[in-house]
């Protein structure tokens, strides 16, 4: 899919479902679909590579402004929390390869892993349905909350602290 299209198609999700949902993004809970993809430096990583850790897993876009608001949070959860337990992980979708996202993570000062997402994983992560997608995986393995769309800082944080008291 074309990136301006995936962008008209992320607002148009995220306008019907704020108005089905009263703007709820919380979806429910289950266990993520493993997969293991590269990094942006062409380096294999897998999600089991953060087995006993809180992840906050964010499938974003260099396109998508909505997915630009949201790397500020990232990074001040990853400063706050990486000796917690806790990591981040942006699965990239951008189509044009990992320079330009390496690039534009340098230039945003992006200070966690980010791998280059396929679309099998995600579509199986729901990403077809709009981005920014951001899924706070549990110490054991388990979805404790779902996001589509922007969401702001402190949602994240209180699922980590809910991931981390278990």
Known sequence: ???????????LTLTLAAGLFGCSNRLHADAPPPWTLKDLDGKSVSLSDFKGKVVVLDIW????????????????????YKGKGVTVVGLSIDSDGPGPVKKFAQDNG???????????????????????LTIVIGKD?????????LTDKETFEDEIHQALAK
């Open 1 to 11: 899919m074309h990136p301006r299209s995936w962008l008209v198609f992320s607002i």
């Open 61 to 80: 876009a260099t396109w998508c402004p909505p997915c630009r608001a949201e790397i500020p949070h990232f990074i001040e959860l990853q400063n706050e």
């Open 110 to 132: 992006m200070n966690y892993p980010i791998v280059m997402a396929d679309e099998k994983t995600a579509e199986a992560y729901g990403a077809d349905q709009g981005i920014p």
């Open 141 to 149: 393995g388990q979805v404790v909350g779902r996001h589509l769309g």
